[in-house]
């Protein structure tokens, strides 16, 4: 499962795309190129994960590629404090979810696109150029991109 901590930047600061790249860059150095992999465990106590440890603990990475390592070294703090609280609420209904090994990847760093104008009928302002899904800036993820897509399948049955 993924964990989505968006930030929303403003003045005198308007370069967000600039800065989740120099914290990919970060991330992509830490691992050499690798997905990192750190025990929730290790983050709450402080320390990197070692592959030595990683490699002794009950929980298997499904991952084999990634590198054990530390990834809040590289977070900026309010997105790793974010992930952090939602995986201790997550675990009051889920019990066990924050057990010391379980394990958290990446991060995914994501860049959003802007929205564009569009009609109720997912027009733009160009006459029959359509835009739905991801592209149009106006979805986050597959579920709501898909149901664009059915939506305008609808539109079109009834023309």
């Known amino acids: 499962m993924a964990i989505l901590s968006s930030h929303n930047f403003s003045n005198p600061f308007n370069e967000p795309i600039k800065y989740g790249a120099k914290v990919a860059e970060l991330l992509n150095m830490l691992g050499d190129g690798k997905i990192l992999v750190q025990r929730y465990g290790d983050i709450i106590d402080g320390k990197r994960t ?75 302002s160009i006459e029959n150029l359509y835009c739905l899904g991801d592209a149009s800036g106006w979805t986050r993820g597959l579920m709501m991109a898909s149901l664009m897509g059915v939506r305008m399948g609808q539109i079109l049955a009834e023309r």
């Open 50 to 124: 070692w592959q030595n440890e990683l490699s002794r603990s009950n929980v298997k990475p499904t991952l084999p590629d990634a590198i054990a390592g530390d990834i809040t070294s590289a977070m900026p703090y309010r997105a790793m404090t974010n992930i952090l609280n939602f995986i201790e609420a997550l675990n009051i209904v889920v019990p066990g979810f924050a057990g010391t090994e379980t394990l958290l990847y990446g991060p995914e760093v994501k860049f959003y696109s802007n929205k564009v104008e569009i009609s109720e009928n997912f027009e733009t």
